[in-house]
């Protein structure tokens, strides 16, 4: 007897196979059987008219401090999302001395933008090497499994000091012990190695991660380390993704020789950026063209501009002027009153910002105006050009801060205006579709648990599915398949972490599924929260649709409900 039969759904399996109508069996947490006729079962699920497939995989996150103190993983939870990679960027928390906690707090805190009270209040430490970092988390009960990769910072400041931590020249010595220690850590279970080159990664005392510059033959050591296992991959950030500068190609060149001499598997984030718009075309065909000789590198890209949120609750083109700062401390109906008086209003449109740094140096760039929208209800990450503040603030001959001010008054406050930071610079978001069917990509980019004041793009997964699958018209040239869909969000994603007993719907397959409501799938108008320990907010988007989510055979939410189930694991390599 099953432990459980789905019966009657619309199955896309994850391997690309058209959808078919049939049944799914469960039984001691991975898929039993799939067709009809499967036999009794402890437990029979009616699925008629609803939508089958496995959990999705997230492959890019920051769920590092979190996954210390969230059993339940949100908002990845509500997103049907059954196996997160954290570990990205070159920023985690192991290995780590006692000595360097503070410091790679500061780390994490200046690159990801997770609040540095958090992390102090959340993260329980008790470990050194990034095995004992799995062992205890290990021991910590959850919805969702978790796998992570050993990272650049981390690693350069346990065996160079204050010298890797300020980014000075490793010698031999240096990248020997550092190799050593990566080797160590994917035997362990470490998915991979990961680093980031690009300046706009920054601790808050302003100094790049370690690693960003890094010379060849470091990188070199670390991907030989990586590849003696037979396991793993190397993620990178680029120089140049952040925008700040042209040398992407050539960045990226240099990981495929390196890909190349190594054998080690290579992926890098990779979007269109508004200072090189054009770039991402001879990126992408360099990268076909290594492809096609064999070299393993794999860009990873995002299904829906990357958008910074602006909004009175959180991030906000005023929070840096001296006359906003008396009113961070009152509540948000205060504020509120507050921000409605015509003379702060003035004050505040036409005061200068005295900071020379980090996002105020975006607000002083008058070109932000016009690629900063509002969201509207029901929310739209493909606005109209048309509707951008500059052209609002043009066509009613105002200031675009007057404008950017009475926008996010509105809803009480609660309102957001989305500023399109990357893979909208063509006021449209044909590059992201071009990039996201390429055969060599795969799909990722959430940045789950970063950024929590500014950017909610955990639930990438039900954006791709609606916005790119289900809500363009018949006929429409930029409709997606369904189940060319489905792949990317499951096998594509967990064979690039050579995550091979998920992702598929297949006989023998760990039992991560979803049941989906797919007529009414949905995501939630964002919101700030304060549940980060130390009562830190957050920003937060929840899903409607998903009926059921399965981890292990266990069910972990229904319809937006936690049921409870804490059949989470520690993924590690093999």
Known sequence: MHDVVIRGGSIVDGTGKPAFTGDLALAAGRIAAVGKDLGSAKKTIDADGLLVTPAWVDAHTHYDGQVAWDEQMTPSL??????VVMGNC????????????????????GVEDIPGPSLRAGLPWGWQSFSEYLDVLDTMPRTLDVGGMITHGAVRAFVMGERGA????ATEEDIARMATIVKEAVLAGALGFSTSRTLAHTANDGEPVPGTFAKAEELIGMAKAVRSTGRGILEVVPRGAGGENAELLQEVEMFIRIARSTGCPFTFPFVQTNTYPEQWREVMATCTAAVKSGVPIVPMVFARP???LFSFQGENPFEYLPSFQPLKKLAHDEKMAALRNPALRQKLVTETDPHTTGMSLLYQNEKVWERTYPMGRPLSYEPDSTQSIAA???????DPREVVYDLMLEQNGRSFLMYAAFGYADGNADCLRELICDPITVLG???AGAHVRQIIDAGMPTYALTHWVRDKAAGDPSRLPLEFMVKKLTHDSARLFGMTDRGTLEPGAKADVNVIDYANLSVSHPEMIYDLPAGMPRLMQTASGYEKTFVSGEVVQENGTDTGARPGRIVRSA
């Open 392 to 398: 609002l603030a043009a066509r009613e001959k105002r």
């Open 306 to 308: 990357v958008c910074v």
């Open 78 to 83: 509500w997103h049907g999302v059954s196996t």
């Open 445 to 447: 980019g959430s940045d």
């Open 166 to 169: 300020k980014n000075e020249p």
């Open 90 to 109: 070159g920023v985690g928390f192991a290995p780590a001395t006692p000595d360097r906690h503070d410091w790679l707090i500061g780390l994490m805190e």
